[in-house]
RNA sequence: GGGCCUGUAGCUUAGUCAGGUAGAGCGCCGGGCUUUUAACCCGGUGGCCGGGGGUUCAAAUCCCUCCAGGCCCGCCA
């Protein structure tokens, strides 16, 4: 069984009818890949929820009262003044990075495009700004509650993070009198107000029913899971991890009257790439930028194909290609758990490759044949770099019988992903069809003779040739035979002078791209 | 130090929760398509399931132990 059905129904169990799948992100503008597992991973089993039945919703939750925690690099000097500042206050930056008066706030600015970005892998939640729950009183509550049990929280934490906490520590962060959480310390507590003096040495209250401040991370994840009713929201391993978030957070929700969620801990996803890219030199694959490289169901059959405990190398390389074509041999033969003739085990495994498949579509519901491209990437790979426009694309595919009609969506899709791959550093070199300007020494030297007399009176034959498909196929073919070389020692020949290689795209294609002039120059080299 | 995860074919892995003759893809090799789009089709090679012990009629699967690798424990998922 898929983990996620088997998620939903161990949740059934658990929780009844009515489910929460729950993930969020904190809107720094720091978005990395791992966020597209956290949020697919609670995404797909809403998914298996309502496939089986179960009234389920998927929230998420933006951390848009967290504070800004430092100036990232996209980010000017200029917001060293607003470090400490909850996110959903503070200015967001225009293009070079300074605070722009104008731009709105600053979670929303990075929230827009990221929830463009899921919106494209089909990734629709119910978005909950976290700053507006504490705005409207729906934390009070808890907050209330925290603050006495203060003593039992700080055991909780203590006792099971091993981490020691400040004398001063309380699990309320109140906003000083400049909006600031930095520097703010607590002088007393009359519900529902938070005294406070601030690093100005000004005093004030800050109100628990209004977004004054806010709970520690740790307070505030166990709270929300009550607020929200949340019954399953998967977390990293780091949070995972004895005496992590996870661990503390159990007991905290309780303590403050509410059903936690089962612990779920999903494994690390990491990028690998082709290019000049590591985590060290800063370079890495956000989610932005790899939904523009990789098709959204191929992203998604990413998670959806990967065990939840099993660590992902997310390659934006080679190994794309072999990702890509997995599905799509996948989809276009898919395993039938209902066969009579299978094993235990192979019906197990098929049943979960369906539930991979059908959890990697981008509308639900759909079937994953709609989803056929139709073609290899790679050999996709090979057709959009010869041709320069799309129509080309089709009409080629067309020829080889890979398309009868008109490209469908999908396959349009991929073939705008292909490009968009190729034009980055991250398509790998081994791939890249390099067309030479002559005949390099090392290609020559794998010619016989006759196969550079081939090439020559080629050149010449091609001069006066009609510069289409076909009748440069014909003119091949008819110097072929006149050079007494076999057909496919000619075409190696075509290949070895036009790209370096012994094989190549059809040779009479590559041939018309190249253009006549630029051709012949190169044949007769 | 505490804890989590992973070791199955050259590579990526399924199968481990519910024990019943080790599956798949890629790669590789061979063949076909009698003009080679890196296409497409067919076939084949390849594994003492990390080591050892135990439970069982039966273990990749359960238990113990050892080895190897990765990772987390600072509000980065």
Known sequence: MHWAD???????????????????????????????????????IHRACLDAGLDSRYIFIVDSMDPLRRVYPFLSEDYEQYIGYPLAFIPAPDSAGKPDPEGGSYAEHFLGPFLDALAEIGVFPEVIMNHETYASGQFAEKIDSAIEQADKIREIIESISGRELDENWFPYNPLGSDGSMDGVTVTGYQKPFVHWTDRHGNSGSADIRKADGKLPWRIDWAARWGIHGITCEPAGKDHGAAGGSFDTGLPICKLLGSEPPSKMVYEWIQVKGAGPMSSSSGNTVGPIEALSLVPPEILRYLIAGSKMNRHIDFNTGSALFQMADEYERLVASAPNPDAEDLTKRQRVAAITQSGAMRLSQINRGTDPVDSLAGVTFRHLAMLAQIKTSDDDVWNSLRNSGHLTDEPNSALQNRL????????????????????????????????????????????????????????IGNTIRTISSDCGVSGRESYVALYWAMLGRKHGPKASSLLLEIGKDDAIKLLSS
Request: net charge negative.
């Open 6 to 44: 088997f998620t939903a129904e161990k949740l059934s169990k658990e929780r009844g009818n009515k489910q929460v799948a729950c993930s969020g992100i904190t809107p720094s503008g720091e978005f990395h890949i791992g966020h597209i597992r956290e949020i697919l991973s609670a995404e797909m």
């Open 416 to 471: 705008e992903r292909m490009r968009n791959w190729i034009g980055s550093i991250h398509f790998p070199e081994d791939a890249r069809i390099n067309i030479q300007k002559k005949i390099e020494d090392n290609a020559r030297a794998q010619l016989s003779p006759e196969q550079i007399t081939f090439l020559q009176r080629l050149a010449v034959e091609l001069s006066d040739s009609e510069w289409s498909d076909e009748a």
